[in-house]
Nanobody, 124 residues
Framework: QVQLVESGGGLVQTGGSLRLSCVAS????????MGWFRQAPGKEREFVAA????????YYADSVKGRFTISRGSAKSAVYLQMNSLKPEDTAVYYC?????????????????WGQGTQVTVSS
């Protein structure tokens, strides 16, 4: 079993930056592919970014490409989401997720473990 804990959310003005962190614990001897998703009120959960187990491959949603960066810590048990040039439409609860297997995962149904979420609010 893998436990994921996110942190780093908060309130920021348009154009500001935040860095989300997600630390994995438990059965983490294998570096899992990991991803970030977000869900705004009244909307479905949407993909934001994903990273491979080794950290060499990344993929982003078009809406965040060029503004957000996903990365892994040196021990591979942590994943980060650097968010720059934030917009009000980025407001959502952000979730960290981990998937068994080796390949990048882009759909939330492909992920096996989820964190509790962290709120990001961007004021206009």
């Amino acid at each position: 079993q893998v436990q994921l804990v996110e942190s780093g959310g908060g309130l920021v003005q348009t154009g500001g930056s935040l860095r989300l962190s997600c630390v994995a614990s438990g059965r983490t001897f294998s570096p899992y592919p990991m991803g970030w998703f977000r869900q705004a009120p009244g909307k479905e959960r949407e993909f934001v970014a994903a990273i491979s187990g080794g950290g060499s491959l990344t993929y982003y949603a078009d809406s965040v490409k060029g503004r957000f960066t996903i990365s892994r810590g040196s021990a591979k048990s942590a994943v980060y989401l650097q968010m720059n040039s934030l917009k009000p439409e980025d407001t959502a609860v952000y979730y960290c997720a981990a998937a068994r297997g080796a390949t990048l995962k882009l759909k939330h149904t492909e992920y096996d473990y989820w964190g509790q979420g962290t709120q990001v609010t961007v004021s206009s």
